[in-house]
């Protein structure tokens, strides 16, 4: 079977990732050695690595400055199998900066400067659609009016449309996408749109029925961190819950993780459940691992835990 090719339309960051134990307070400063490193990040970058590791012929529209942290990012790509046909060059803002700020328990905070990632333009994301995609992924890390012209695009040419809903704004008018695949938010995210923190099976079904009433998506799917996935088709819910190997280092990624397993899966099976099941077990190994866009699994290792914990 042809791999699935699937088009990225997303941010790509530079990650200046620190480990601290403890975030500071406000008009606190504090020293900590715990670490620092540049790393190649962005929610829609970890997503084109994952897609890619995962098995598909990914395609990333997206745009970096003409800078050296642009062409690292563009290097790493490269090598990682990315198809960097779209990848644009943005000779007026620096490429997106992520300041990662992870405390010892693997949680982390993350701000981020979007610089060349508010430069990605409609002509961009048409052109993008020349390598006629089986199906369109994209993320919020960029202007929303443009990441709703690529979607308008994706159903004008009746390609499938996968949303991982991050970042969130309040304002965003969800209800002008058109028919989704799957709209995926986690939990922080579900209670910006809806005002409704999903951390219990009850709040999770008010929260996908709140998301339901505004986005045209045949199914909702929360992430939920260690409470696993909850999802919802309108008329029925299910939750898949986590696995759990051992301690977690850092969970950035992971969500970027989860929805690019769950889309890549979905096209190969067909099978809400078993792609929800798929990302469950790549969001686990990625918060095993530090990093961003390096810490995401590969297909077969994957597979083997889907195998070991018999889910699939
Ligand atoms: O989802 C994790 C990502 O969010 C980081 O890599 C950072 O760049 C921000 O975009």
Redesign the pocket.
Known sequence: MANKKILVVG?A?M?LSMNMYKVPEVGETLIDDGGVAYIP???G??AAVALTKLGSDCYFCAKVGADLHGQKLYQYYKEIGVNTSYLKVDRENPT?L?V?MKESDGNNR?I?YPGANSNLTVDNINEAFECQPDALYLGF?IPFNIALSAARIAASKGIPIFVDA?PAGKDYPLENLPMLEVFSPNEAETETYTGILPQGTDSALRAALALYKRVKAKYIVIKQGERGAFVYDGKHFFVIPSIRLGKAVDT??A??AFTAALTIEYLRSDSIRNAVKYGVAAGAITVTRRG??ASVPTEEEVRALVTKEDLI
């Open positions: 941010s960051n990650d990040g962005g929610k970058a970890n997106g992520a990662v993350i981020v890390e991050a950035t990624a969500g970027d961003a866009a």
